[in-house]
């Protein structure tokens, strides 16, 4: 007799005081043959806020066909999601972040109350993903994480473009190289469709990642968002997660250290965002998995950067994709003895069965190069640790050829203010940039500077200058940049006492951040010191009291911690 695959939906079925709970189920399509049937959720991030999920309700759909056909009850549900790109060097950034945790309470919420057996978790944009993840990691029922895919690449002049294309142009602009119409031409042209922002940004970074966790179907992190293949994706994960009910494999079966390990191996090696560092950590956090800012560094040390991929190399992910996407290239990882081949994924099958079932990497692609012969020979992602960053400050030096720098701080305590001193003229070659009061707690939300980075490389500066934050950089953020930078300034952090002039020393060999001021200079800087009020009321306020430490992945259910320190950004 077939096991009864309804983990928690039993609960409608089949007792008579259940009648009314039944009754609205009817309501919404169901018969008495569902109410046998494990209820599948298929979790949705479809908007029209943005083009990174535009397309998603169209996909969730998909998904529901292939939970319906492979036996199951399935339901769609919807959730929130921030546009990266539309809210970037607004006030609107700051709601960011938070909105992963949002989507993982959301997912969490409507899973949880309705009494499902399993769900596809369909994500856009940067958060979507993060968010979905924690929330499959929190449910631990059985579950497969869907990417909607990427964007094309936008074409002017013969050219690729993509929307840090648009980012740099402003400071192109500003700088005299392009004139307006030019710049006009690039905003036209920039985003063409449905899809993620195109290069190895945030989106792509973690939609990779997250395949390479186990927790996606092969291959369908680097399928496009306007294919067919996207489309498959969708309903062959309704399937999976019927097939996954079956075997009864639960989310932390596969999400083991080793599959972070792998997970990180794979960023490494595409040269992936800064963020992929805080949103694996808070991923990991929500499994039970002791993950830590060392881990990133050990594997740092050992993996080489293969992948010429934008922001500092020349392709996108779709070019990727045609090379033979991230199976090919964790096939090669693999081959190489540089990731864990025994780990379990949502096929039911370990990495290395996948992968042995794989295409190679194209002949005649240029998009990743040999593991004997990398872009560099360790990964882009380096963790910087000094009297600056006492926790740790996260940089990405794929394609520098700045490796360290020593210069005097122009301090600001926000973007904005740093923003109008460059497009003034007043920063300039050999100064250190210090953005601060935008950490998780003292942003609120710890907002990306994409916007603030991009004008700095439109206008000849993306190396001569170092940028430094306490907040986040875009995954399109390429230069000099060091972000994460921890404690943060509202929690007391060195980064709060540094004043104009100080010579700061940036060090991504040494992997060092310090400031040349004693520790009796800062702590007496300290003792006049008071942070600027937070926000008293909404979901800022909430965001800003519950948040924790950026190395410890800005989550904000890290309670343990929270007791045990005040301020809880530590």
Known sequence: MARDLRIRSHVFSDDATRAPNRAMLRAVGFTNEDFQKPMIGIASTWSEVTPCNIHINDLAFRAKDGAREAGGAPLVFNTITVSDGISMG???????????????????TVVGGESLDGFVAIGGCDKNMPGCMMAIARMNLPAVFVYGGTIKPGKLNGKDIDIVSA???????????????????????????????????????????????GMSLPGSSSNPAETPEKSDDCY??????YKLLEQDIRPRDILTKAAFENAITVVMALGGSTNAVLHLMAIAHTSEVDLSLDDFNRIQKKVPHIADLKPSGKFVMQDLHEAGGVQAVMK????????????LTVTGKTLAENLAESEDLKPGQQVITP?????????PLVVLKGNLAPSGAVAKVSGLKVKRMTGPAKVFDDEKSATNAILRGEI?????????????????????????SGILVGKGLGESVALLTDGRFSGGTHGLVVGHIAPEAQAGGPIAFIQNGDMVTVDTEEQVLSVEVSEQELAERKRSWNPPKLPARGALAKYARQVSCASKGAVTDLFEETVKNDPVNV
């Open 332 to 343: 090669l990882l693999l081959k190489h003895g540089l990731l864990n081949g025994d780990c």
């Open 371 to 379: 593991v004997e012969s990398p872009l560099r020979e360790s990964g």
């Open 90 to 108: 607004t006030e609107g950034m700051r709601y960011s972040l938070p909105s992963r945790d949002l989507i993982a309470d959301s997912i969490e």
């Open 428 to 452: 300039i070659a050999g100064d250190v940039l210090v953005i601060r009061y935008e950490g998780p707690m003292g942003g609120p939300g710890m907002p990306e500077m994409l916007s603030i």
């Open 167 to 213: 980012f740099e142009g402003v400071g192109q602009y500003n700088k005299g190289s392009i004139d307006a119409a030019e710049l006009n031409r690039i905003e036209c042209h920039a985003c063409p469709g449905a899809g993620s922002c195109g290069g190895m940004y945030t989106a792509n970074t973690m939609a990779s990642a997250i395949e390479a966790l």
């Open 236 to 241: 062959a994960a309704g399937q999976a997660v």
